[in-house]
């Protein structure tokens, strides 16, 4: 099996998607099993489409949507992307993958484009092609969130707070794409949206557990800009003893994670 993963943009969090300052954009992946191909763009925020466009990601080869969750740094351009992946509903092709809140969230016409919309909960499997798809449970102020692990070869975590039981399902994964919205979460524990969000002391911890070959860095938040990418990145490889990566937006990686 061979895969590619481009980083469309790499902020999540609302003041990094709201100023920009880190761009939003979601993930594209490529995957080539005996000699099929399948085109997966996840989680497409604010700015997903715009980007994609300018990285040159042909919409309209475009397998499967798969959408986490129903925030705006996940979902925002689902719905021009779904236009441009079925263009605009003239070649009802492809499918969105989603939990019910996306799917109610995203209206009839849009949905109407594709050929199938398949509504997803934790820990369910399912195909695009012949590529297998797991679903995995999180804890995020979006109760019906999700993450997925593909080919039980590359996790996403989706946003979600840090527990033993979450990291345990991606245990000893290729590559992990952690979500981390904060270097140090202020809110953490506390009754607030901003609190279900990982930072970098969960993401030592869930790497303990998960154990993968490697990690990238995803859905970065101001906190992290603040800090400083580098330092936060040397901080969770160090403490973790997991290579961590820190994607370079628009850059496609190989499954060794270097850049092709
Ligand atoms: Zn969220």
Excluded: W
Aim: aromatic share 10%; glycine share 8%; with cysteine.
């Amino acid at each position: 099996m061979n895969l590619k993963i481009k980083f469309v943009g790499i902020g999540g969090g609302r003041r990094a998607t709201l100023t920009q300052k880190i761009k939003t954009g979601g993930i594209y992946l490529e995957f080539s099993k005996n000699n099929i191909d399948t085109k997966l763009f996840l989680d497409p925020g604010v700015g997903a489409f715009t980007r994609a466009l300018e990285q040159k990601i042909k919409f309209i080869k475009i397998d499967g949507l798969l959408v986490s969750h129903c925030h705006t740094d996940h979902i925002n351009d689902a719905p021009v992307t779904i236009e441009a992946m079925t263009n605009t509903g003239r070649t009802k092709r492809a499918g969105m993958y989603c939990p019910k809140t996306v799917a109610e969230h995203i209206s009839d016409y849009y949905k109407n484009c594709l050929e199938k919309v398949i509504t997803l909960r934790a820990n369910e499997k399912f195909k695009i092609k012949n590529i297998n798809i797991k679903t995995t449970k999180t804890i995020h102020t979006e109760k019906f969130n999700i993450g997925f692990i593909l080919e039980d070869f590359v996790g996403y975590t989706s946003d979600t707070i840090f527990t033993e039981h979450i990291a345990e399902q991606y245990k000893n994964l290729d590559v992990l794409i952690l979500n981390i919205c904060f270097f140090k979460n202020p809110y953490k524990g506390k009754d607030l949206g901003f609190g279900q969000h990982m930072d970098a002391y969960d993401a030592v911890r869930f790497l303990k557990i998960a154990k993968p070959k490697a990690c990238i860095m995803y859905h970065l938040g101001m906190s992290i800009l603040n800090y400083g990418f580098e330092k936060t990145r040397n901080y969770i490889q160090s403490n973790s003893g997991v290579k961590t990566i820190l994607p370079e937006i628009g850059k496609t990686y190989n499954p060794t994670l270097t850049v092709e």
